[in-house]
């Protein structure tokens, strides 16, 4: 019998909160322990920014008493002629902001479902919802059955001992049972990471293996999540929040067909230039050597001051972000902060999404990037980043990138300007 809550388990703890029973009332209805659903709410339950009635959320500690008018620093879309209190956008805009949370909320049952004051409250509310929870608990479930974990100082010593004896004509066998003791893991697992790139070594470099057809479905690889750790969006909005002079670049891939090609983009959101590179593999090593390369042609001084910070999403290719942040040849020197969305959260990186559309007029989804090379990814780039935007007064993200930054650092970049009459965003761009 499974000792995982079932739906059903969860549609109970939901009805026994909306009833204020204790967790000892609801733990003996589902059969299960006290902690037991404890631990499910606090796990589960999920933030919720609603208001109540005619009221907005607004979780101010003075709003009962605010009557200021005005706040937008800029023209307001939604104007209140009675007070800013009571529109949405209060909480966001206003200096004087200072959040009140609920103390009922440091106490059982943790969560808003039962609370007498829900309807008339406007604070942040913590609720927990069964549906939610299950389908989040099964996601979760997934995800840690499916691929390998390991973080990066276990694979930096790993590929120190066996790098080496493969480019010496050693077989993966041999080195194992040479090493099993020291490796601490199986033979299996070695060619896993093999597989996966995250090794020196490339299954090109074994012999025999190079000419066996694959089997079945390789797992996809996922590095240890503590990379996330002081890496999370809320992370990124405290650094921001210091450091408001720093431009931010966004990171993301653009796949083609499944197994096929895949593009890098990089997206400098001040003046809305894309970078793009293609790749043979959607792997981390391949993320990490485009921004070697890019390190290495802007040098440290130029990277410092375009790419100080770097948010992406939650994918396994971005998931080496020390890799990024340090690189191969500066030990222990910084060069950028890795940051990365909330999952399923592709808003919290819009600017690089809507600049994809750019990129499926030419490449339409489902098509595959097998047959370009880096040269028709330059010329593309090109024709995108020399095409005119309204949001930068009618200037392309080439101008205002040369504006800020020069034309110097746009050539390093390998970055052309096109004329207007020659922009072609059509996939006949890169028809050969």
């Not at 943790?110 to 929870?133: M, P, Q």
């Not at 597989?195 to 057809?213: E, F, G, Q, S």
């Not at 375009?306 to 972000?321: A, H, K, R, W, Y």
């Not at 500066?330 to 909330?342: A, H, L, M, S, W």
Request: hydrophobic fraction near 30%; aromatic fraction near 10%; charged fraction near 25%.
């Amino acid at each position: 019998m499974s000792n995982y809550l079932t739906f059903d388990n969860r549609l109970e703890i939901q009805q026994g909160l909306k009833q204020q029973l204790s967790f000892g009332k609801i733990a003996e209805a589902i059969g299960k322990d006290r902690t037991t659903v404890a631990k499910e709410i606090k796990k589960y339950a999920y933030e919720q920014k609603t208001g109540c009635s005619s009221y907005p959320y607004n979780a101010c500690i003075h709003r009962k008493t605010c009557t200021k008018k005005n706040v937008c620093p800029l023209e307001c879309t939604t104007p209140s002629k009675y007070k800013c209190s009571i529109c949405k956008l209060c909480n966001d805009v206003c200096d004087d902001f200072q959040e009140e949370v609920c103390s009922h909320r440091n106490k059982p049952p943790y969560v808003c479902n039962g609370c007498t004051d829900h309807s008339r409250c406007t604070l942040k509310k913590l609720i927990y919802d069964a549906e939610d929870a299950h389908l989040l608990c099964q996601s979760r479930l997934s995800e840690s059955r499916s691929g390998i974990l390991c973080n990066e100082l276990e694979l930096a010593r790993i590929n120190a001992l066996v790098t080496p004896l493969v480019k010496n004509g050693q077989s993966i066998h041999q080195i194992y049972e040479s090493n099993k003791d020291v490796l601490m893991c199986s033979e299996k697992t070695l060619y896993n990471y093999i597989d996966a790139c995250l090794l020196d070594v490339r299954n090109i470099d074994l012999p025999r293996k190079v000419k066996y057809r694959p089997r079945y479905k390789k797992p996809e690889f996922k590095v240890d999540r503590a990379c996330r750790n002081g890496r999370t969006y809320k992370d990124f909005q405290a650094f921001m929040a210091n450091h408001p002079e720093y431009p931010v670049v966004q990171m993301d891939s653009v796949c083609g067909n499944k197994g096929g090609k895949v593009l890098l983009t990089i997206h400098f959101v001040d003046t809305s230039l894309m970078l793009a590179f293609i790749r043979d593999a959607n792997t981390s090593r391949s993320v990490t050597d485009i921004w070697d390369m890019i390190y290495r042609a802007l040098g440290r001084k130029n990277f410092e001051k375009l790419c100080p910070v770097i948010l992406t999403d939650n994918g396994s290719e971005f998931s080496n972000p020390k890799a990024i942040e340090f690189g191969p040849d500066e030990k222990g020197i910084r060069r950028t902060n890795v940051f990365y969305c909330d999952p399923s959260c592709p808003y919290q990186k819009g600017a690089i999404e809507v600049n994809h559309e750019l990129i499926r007029r030419i490449v339409p989804k489902g098509y595959s990037f097998d047959s370009y090379n880096q040269d028709d990814i330059f010329l593309m780039m090109d024709h995108i980043n020399s095409y005119k935007r309204k949001k930068l007064n009618n200037r392309s993200p080439y101008d205002a990138f040369s504006f800020y930054y020069g034309e110097d650092i746009l050539k390093q970049l390998a970055c052309k300007p096109v004329a207007a009459e020659n922009i072609i965003l059509k996939p006949g761009l890169l028809k050969k």
